[in-house]
């Protein structure tokens, strides 16, 4: 059984930041190997032209991560997580895995923050993260925005997910040090 809170907590006394995706898939992957060693996971597998992060094959557990690090493309952001959680259903629903997790890391606090009063008037309403928010049923842009290149269909969940962030590590007092992370098991 893999504890992803277990996994972060641990990842997160080595690794109290990271400055590529691909280096929190990496480390991710190690602490994966320290806690599950017979685990054998998998970095960017592929099952049936769909592109996993981490699969792990003795557990069936696919993994979507992302490590957003900069202020712009916070919509983007969004939208790809939730895109990844999507993603995740597909998987376990035609039973190429048994469960997954969609992981995000940032130190973006516009990602966790409970959006100021209008939000739901803003062109990615539909796609906020923010903490006790939850999602499912179909997302999609505002009608009145200009959808963004290559990410312009709703995402359609089908189960409901309640939005809980965690602490991840601190690096100081400035807002852009401290680092959150939301993990979202689907099944």
């Known amino acids: 059984m893999l504890d992803i809170h277990g996994l972060m907590a641990d990842l997160s006394k080595h690794h109290p930041s990271f400055r590529l995706e691909v280096d929190f898939q990496q ?7 320290k806690a599950m060693p017979n685990s054998e996971p998998h970095l960017e597998h592929y099952i049936k032209n769909m592109r996993l992060d981490i699969y792990l094959p003795t557990d069936r557990i696919a993994m979507e991560l992302k490590c957003r690090l900069s202020h712009r493309g916070v919509r983007v ?3 790809d997580f939730l895109k990844d959680i999507q993603k995740l259903e597909r998987v376990v629903r035609e039973g190429k895995a048994e469960s997954g997790f969609a992981v995000l890391l940032t130190n973006v606090h516009r990602f966790w923050c409970p959006p100021q009063r209008g939000w739901k008037t803003t062109t990615d309403a539909a796609f906020r993260l923010h903490e006790g928010r939850p999602v499912t049923g179909a997302l999609t842009w505002a009608d009145w925005a200009k959808p963004i290149k290559d990410r312009k269909k709703p995402i359609c969940l089908k189960s409901s997910y309640l939005l809980q962030w965690r602490d991840y590590s601190s690096l100081g007092t400035d807002k852009n040090q401290q680092f959150r992370y939301l993990a979202v098991s689907v099944k």
């Open 27 to 33: 480390a991710l992957v190690q602490q994966i190997l």
């Open 77 to 79: 952001g969004r939208y």
